[in-house]
């Protein structure tokens, strides 16, 4: 389920750098939850044949998250506005005074982060 | 300097996936602010050369954010999340009282965004 999830990122964030093959597969395999055989018998191929390219795309996604670290970087940057929000919405409610200066601080940072990105 | 400023934003996202003489060039040229024919001179190539492989490098990383886009999806976040900042110092400031609501509604279409993406 983990790598499920890690794929589909991966995917959102260099899936059209893919071919129109390889993206059709994990569209199917991860977003449609077709199984090998399924997506097999779709396209006249192998099962194995669907297998490997599929084993292949996902290999060249990790390459380019190894090489580019985006999606690394903006799931930390997600969680951090995901505090901030929370930061504030308990501000609002009464629930946390101290709230808004620390909201203020996570968007502070991520805003530097970015300029040294 | 537009332009200046558009090579170096694609070249922080997507600058590890140039050869290392086309992150050379581009850093020097770009990031030090050298001249064409200084970069020749210190690699020992014409200054055509290292004209060409800029322009070459140039092409790349344009022709990645063509496909991914994540510059441009990123740089529209940036400057939402400069505006929930304003709205909060503002608000924090007491001079925007509805600055604190607006940076909740910001946060959480950022997110949402994100979601969808």
């Not at 995917?11 to 977003?31: A, M, P």
């Not at 599929?54 to 951090?80: D, H, T």
């Amino acid at each position: 389920m983990k790598e499920f999830h890690k794929i589909n990122l991966l995917y959102d964030f260099y899936g059209s750098l893919l071919t129109e093959r390889q993206q059709n597969f994990i569209q199917l395999y991860y977003g449609e939850d077709l199984s090998l055989g399924e997506i097999a018998e779709q396209f006249e191929v192998t099962r194995q044949a669907v297998h490997d390219t599929i084993k292949r795309a996902e290999q060249i996604l990790q390459n380019y998250e190894e090489k580019l670290g985006l999606v690394g970087k903006f799931s930390q940057e997600y969680k951090s506005i995901e505090k901030a929000l929370n930061c504030l919405t308990g501000y609002q409610a009464g629930q946390k005074p101290e709230g808004l200066a620390e909201s203020i601080q996570i968007l502070q940072s991520i805003l530097q982060n970015r300029q040294e990105f």
